[in-house]
Nanobody, 123 residues
């Protein structure tokens, strides 16, 4: 079965760093665009970073540009998010997301979510 398992969350002081990892299984990882989303209490889930299938292109939310870096290893079926210079407003549950190609017969794009990992930035 498909699984996305995040790890690496925790409590960190402002200005600190964390590295989140997402381990994928049960699907052809290299055929999926991978993303990190986050959701704070009472807020909508927002896209943080995205990386293309071969890892050649990345994009980031304006709020994290210059501070966060997304990367992937298709041999290990993992995608990471390096978070530096963390701010209290980065506090959220961070989710790993996989989006595949359109399935013509079903007219649907497969996508999968991880369970989330808590990141808390506080002094």
């Amino acid at each position: 079965q498909v699984q996305l398992v995040e790890s690496g969350g925790g409590l960190v002081q402002p200005g600190g760093s964390l590295r989140l990892s997402c381990a994928a299984s049960g699907f052809t990882f290299s055929e999926y665009t991978m993303s990190w989303y986050r959701q704070a209490p009472g807020k909508e889930r927002e896209l943080v970073a995205i990386i293309t299938r071969a890892g050649g292109s990345t994009n980031y939310a304006d709020s994290v540009k210059g501070r966060f870096t997304i990367s992937r290893d298709n041999a290990l079926n993992t995608v990471d998010l390096q978070m530096n210079s963390l701010k209290p407003e980065d506090t959220a549950v961070y989710f790993c997301h996989a989006e595949g190609l359109l399935l013509i017969r079903l007219r649907q794009v497969p996508d999968y979510w991880g369970q989330g990992t808590q990141v808390t930035v506080s002094s």
